[in-house]
């Protein structure tokens, strides 16, 4: 594919804690629509690399330029602090693995939703109310539990509130560390198949961690599998996980490493 | 003549003038919250020591005190602190707006209009508006960097979802000059549209919490809200049972052992003027 559809671009990201490798020169593009999968076990540097690109994390080196909805492609890290913080409540979500660290527990599911269309200046209460009500519908959470807290909530339930709370802003990149970790079997799969209809029907990117290969099958037409903080091997997924050719692969897909 | 053993107003000249230089810079950046070092005061937190030792800054030998809790110049921490500054700078003290140039107050801004000139200082508890929404005194401080405000929002939406309006009615949050958004202490929200455009100079000290900011004169402050939740005031269905007053903010007092109510101003020096300046026989209810 051409450059200028590139919409993330990672070169030689490279993160240290202290004198930890935590994840070393990782190159990858995502383009726009396409769900990139990272996969490795627990330690891999998975969750490094996605702080990362989320700019939670300021990497040790390496650069990764987005392009922004202006259509100019920019090093998120020479960004201002009030760009950033703007783009990651804008264009960009952000799923955490808990959704404790992604809600706030003491607001109303409603109000959760609601945070970032006040953050961007709504000032109709109205308004704010119909737009959470639709983003609780589309991840199947009823307008009658618009004003209960998350903390009466189910956890997988929490963790839609934590997806609605993200894609009420239309964002255009979707990072999700481990989304369904955490929850049973048979909430993983429903949680799933609703991450799979809303990003096609959406057009999200998206980059999905995850130590499951279920859920990469799934969701993502491409794979990085990491091990010790590197990227042993990437393609798509099929072909990656179908005919593995890095040893390690084939024993992550031999499930002997399955966690 | 102030009493021997103590600087004039207590505090010793370099503190107040390290205060004198937090107060400047908080009247250079209306609404932003300047930290100081607070000192210990012969006085309890929470009985308004953020705003005595601002007082304390800014008292001169010709000074005019007045000094309200609630709204009322003899409840005991007012006594008290008009008390302090009598006995430390032997300043002259007043019940009066008009008398007064340095008004310090707890709860409420007085009825009678300011003019320029004048100076009121506000005791704060808690500065940080977003304290509630965000523990976090570091995402709060680059949240008024920023001017990262929708979480506020979030708070007004959280309550009209609640209790169908704005159920705040002290401590309504403002935003100071369109650019900082500021706690204007727990006076009642009635008091809010008073600091927009005051002429006075209005000085705001939290002494635990070790931050002053201020609204200098004509100042625009706008109370948040929703398009379709406006900013609105506390109204009573009755006048003042005392002085008749449809406009000042009223407080329920019960008058006798049988639970009898009564409505009548918070101000009491408003009060007791317009009483005395009406004749006699329109006086009781
Ligand atoms: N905050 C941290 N401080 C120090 N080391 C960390 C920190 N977070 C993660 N690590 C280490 O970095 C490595 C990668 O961790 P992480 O990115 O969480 O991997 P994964 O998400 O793949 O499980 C691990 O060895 C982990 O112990
Ligand atoms: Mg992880």
């Known amino acids: 594919m051409s450059d200028d559809e590139v919409l993330l671009r990672v070169r030689g990201l490279t993160h240290r804690y202290g004198a930890r490798t935590a994840c070393a020169q990782v190159d990858f593009d995502l383009h726009p629509g396409e769900v990139l999968g990272i996969v490795g076990e627990s330690g891999a540097g998975k969750s490094t690399l996605l702080h990362c690109l989320a700019t939670r994390l300021q990497p040790s080196a390496g650069t990764v330029e987005y392009r922004c909805a202006d259509g100019r492609l920019r090093e998120v890290f020479a960004l201002s602090e009030a760009e950033r913080r703007l783009l990651l409540r804008t264009e960009w979500g952000l799923v955490h693995q808990n959704p404790r660290d992604g809600l706030r527990m003491e607001v109303s599911a409603g109000g959760n939703v609601g945070e970032r269309l006040m953050a961007v200046g709504e000032r109709h209460y109205g308004r704010i109310r119909t737009q959470a009500a639709h983003w609780l519908a589309q991840v199947e959470i009823g307008a009658e539990r618009l004003d209960h807290l998350p903390a009466t909530f189910s956890g997988g339930m929490q963790q839609r509130v934590q997806i609605a709370r993200n894609l009420v802003s239309r964002p255009r990149l979707l990072f999700m560390d481990e989304p369904t970790g955490g929850l049973d079997v048979s909430v993983q799969a429903r949680l799933l198949d609703l991450l799979r209809g809303l990003v096609a029907q959406l057009g999200l990117s998206a980059i999905v961690v995850t130590h499951d290969l279920g859920v990469v099958r799934l969701l993502a037409q491409r794979l990085l599998v990491m091990r010790g903080g590197r990227v042993v091997e990437q393609g798509l997924t099929d072909q990656v996980l179908d005919d593995p050719q890095h040893p390690y692969t084939q024993l992550l897909v031999s499930s002997i490493l399955r966690v | ?285």
């Open chain 2, 1 to 285: 003549m102030h009493e021997a053993g103590y600087n004039f107003a207590y505090l010793d000249e370099q503190t107040k003038r390290a205060i004198r230089r937090g107060l400047l810079k908080a009247v250079a950046i209306p609404g932003h919250q300047v930290p100081f070092a607070s000192r210990e005061m012969p006085l309890p937190y929470g009985w308004g020591t953020g705003g005595i030792q601002l007082t304390a800054a800014l008292l001169g030998r010709e000074d005019v005190l007045k000094v309200i809790d609630q709204g009322a110049d003899d409840t005991t921490n007012a006594v008290s602190i008009r008390r302090f500054f009598a006995r430390t700078a032997g300043v002259a003290t007043t019940t009066r707006v008009v008398e007064a140039t340095l008004i310090q107050t707890r709860h409420r801004i007085p009825e009678a209009p300011l003019a320029e000139g004048q100076i009121v200082v506000f005791q704060v508890p808690i500065p940080e508006p977003l304290r509630w929404m965000e523990a976090s005194e570091r995402e709060t401080r680059r949240m008024h960097a920023l001017k990262e405000y929708g979480l506020m929002h979030v708070s007004l939406y959280e309550d009209v979802a609640r209790h169908g309006r704005i159920a705040k009615t002290y401590d309504y949050p403002v935003m100071v000059a369109g650019r900082y958004l500021m706690s204007p202490s727990p006076i009642p929200k009635f008091d809010n549209p008073k600091l927009d455009r005051s002429p006075a100079l209005q000085l705001f000290g939290a002494g635990r919490e070790r931050r002053l900011y201020a609204v200098p004169p004509y100042t625009e402050v706008n109370s948040l809200d929703f398009d379709d939740h406006p900013f609105t005031v506390e109204r009573w269905s009755q006048p003042c049972a005392l002085c008749g007053a449809t406009d000042s903010y009223l407080d329920e007092i019960i008058t006798d052992d049988a639970g009898t109510r009564m409505l009548v101003c918070s101000d009491t020096d408003h009060c007791g003027a317009r009483r005395a300046e009406r004749p006699a026989e329109e006086c009781t209810p």
